[in-house]
């Protein structure tokens, strides 16, 4: 008689909920209509009422805990989950929560039973999602956190409200994937909590046990996961944690390589690629301007460069690297911490202007203008990062020049093949040539200051010496022309005055007569 007693019950459940079923499709909970008796009341609540009371009636003829208990309390849970999840598609928040916390207060005592586990992971889902709309983030998270901890006490059944009333058949792989969906859901909601709450470091370490959970359960697109772990490791970029943010660019890459070398070819493939490169050269740019930053703090006082140098040594420390198990990451050789010489310089430059290469291999001047010229930009920051660590500076001025080069390169084949984009970019462009130019004259009068300093340094008493010598040579030669020059003392006693030149030939020309008549 039991049995069939049950019998008849639940196939009064079932004509209940299909009647629910329909009336939810033509009805709203928030709207009302008039009665015979001119009272207003919903018919959608109306049958949500008869159903529940039709549960209860059913649940006082089991005895509680036992399996047909439990199965008929996640019935009753299931319901009020329902009504709630109306409630949230009408905006009526408020009234949407309480449900809800109904709900999980129903089958709160069992929440470890496989029948209920389920259940209890859409409900706090649904909960958390409400509680965050209403800026509740600090209970969603307890409840989340606890759900989540709580995932591996058993092996959850997994059901749909339409299972629990109709008996339906259910597929096991449907139900292994919607188990994944649903925990894979709640993490993300924790990791998004975290983030509005700003626990940062909390927020990241949950992205990265999402991105696990997914390696492990081996669903979903493979793209999306390397897309999304490229992208958390720009989030470990805007922390300074360098060796997680490489680790993750190297395991995206990983992941990618063996689809891009298949016999497969996808357009999207090379999408993600050239968005892997662009997350390469962003490291390596933040990587040189947080050590830039770190080196000229030197100057700064004592007591906040060792704070500086305690934040620097908290984000490069290895307790706090992040890593995926089952997944082979091959480490290379790239600096994940702040550059100090010169040889690091060069190392990382190298290694991101290969990908800048690859970058462009995708986003070509034709396709993608602007982010072909970004790339060339970031080449030429990349110019003047490696310029900081060189020493001499013809190094200097070298890598300056060939930083110059690839400017003006970039600006004559814009203005040649794309005038439009040369026109968006062309203030940007100018800004950066001149610099690069005021680099160069700078270095330029470096050099020449420093080849003036390079002249032999004179000693003072040797050159008053040479001064002293030459003073007493040129007095001695003054003095021999003065005395070839001069009259000679006995001519001038003998009153001898020495002619000009043209007494002097007239004299000469007189005595030359004479002696000609003397002869005579």
């Known amino acids: 008689m039991a049995e069939a007693s049950d019998s008849v019950f639940t196939s009064e459940l079932q004509a209940c909920f299909n009647e629910l079923k329909k009336h939810s499709v033509s009805c709203k909970l928030g709207s009302t209509s008039p009665t015979a008796g001119d009272e207003m009341e919903n018919p959608l609540n109306k049958q949500f009422s008869l159903i529940l009371s ?8 089991h005895e509680k805990g036992t399996e047909d208990y439990v ?24 009234s949407s929560k309480s449900f809800l916390e109904d709900a999980l207060e129903v089958i709160e005592e069992y929440y470890e039973n496989p029948k209920v586990a389920f259940l209890q992971m ?33 092996d959850p059944e997994v059901f749909s409200t339409d299972d629990l009333f109709l008996n339906t058949t259910k597929n096991s792989k449907i139900s292994a994937s919607k188990l994944n969906r649903l925990t894979l859901n709640n993490m993300q909601m924790l990791a998004w909590i975290y983030a509005k709450l700003g626990d940062t470091e909390e927020n990241l370490k949950m992205q990265h046990h999402i991105l696990q959970k997914q390696l492990d359960l081996g669903e979903g ?14 989030l470990f970029i805007s922390q ?37 490169a662009r997350s390469w050269v962003y490291y390596g740019l933040q990587l040189f301007e947080s050590s830039r930053k770190s080196a000229s703090m030197i100057d700064i006082e004592p007591d906040r460069l060792e704070n500086a140098s305690a934040i620097i040594d908290n984000n490069d420390s290895e307790g706090d690297l992040l890593t995926f198990s089952r997944l082979q990451v091959d480490m290379p050789a790239v600096p994940a911490s702040n550059i100090k010489n010169l040889e690091e310089a060069k190392t990382l430059f190298a290694f991101v202007q290969k990908w800048i ?103 003072e008493d040797n050159l008053k010496k040479k001064i ?21 003392t006995c001519m001038k006693d003998r009153g001898y005055i020495q002619p000009k030149n043209n007494e002097k030939v007239e004299y000469e020309r007189k005595n030359d007569e004479e002696k000609d008549n003397s002869s005579t």
């Open 54 to 61: 039709k549960i209860e009636e059913m649940l006082s003829k």
């Open 71 to 94: 199965k008929v309390l996640a019935m009753k849970a299931s319901i009020i989950y329902e009504k709630a999840k109306i409630l949230l598609s009408e905006n009526f928040l408020a």
């Open 122 to 154: 859409r409900i706090i889902n649904h909960l958390t999602y409400v509680m965050s709309r209403l800026g509740e983030f600090d209970k969603a998270k307890e409840l989340l956190e606890k759900a989540i901890a709580d995932e591996d006490k058993c």
């Open 221 to 234: 697109d493979v793209l999306r996961w390397v897309e999304s772990c490229f992208r958390l490791s720009g």
């Open 240 to 276: 300074q944690s360098w060796k997680n943010a490489r680790y993750h660019l190297v395991a995206a890459e990983s992941v990618l390589n063996p689809l891009e070398i298949s016999l497969n070819p996808n357009p999207e493939i090379f999408a993600i690629q050239g968005d892997l």
């Open 357 to 459: 290469k690859r970058g462009r291999l995708y986003y070509t001047l034709r396709d993608f203008p602007l982010q072909y010229v970004n790339l060339c930009l970031d080449l030429s920051e990349l110019y003047r990062f490696v310029s900081l660590y060189e020493e001499d500076l013809e190094s200097q001025y070298s890598v300056q020049r060939k930083r110059y080069e690839a400017l003006e390169t970039l600006s004559t084949i814009l203005k040649e093949v794309r005038p439009n984009c040369y026109v968006a970019v062309t203030i940007e462009l100018t800004k950066e040539i001149i610099e690069v130019q005021m680099e160069m004259m700078n270095l330029n009068l470096k050099r020449l200051y420093a080849s003036d300093n390079q002249r032999p340094e004179v000693n």
């Open 468 to 488: 002293n010598v030459f003073l007493g040579a040129n007095s001695q030669l003054q003095k021999i022309s003065d005395t070839l020059n001069s009259t000679p």
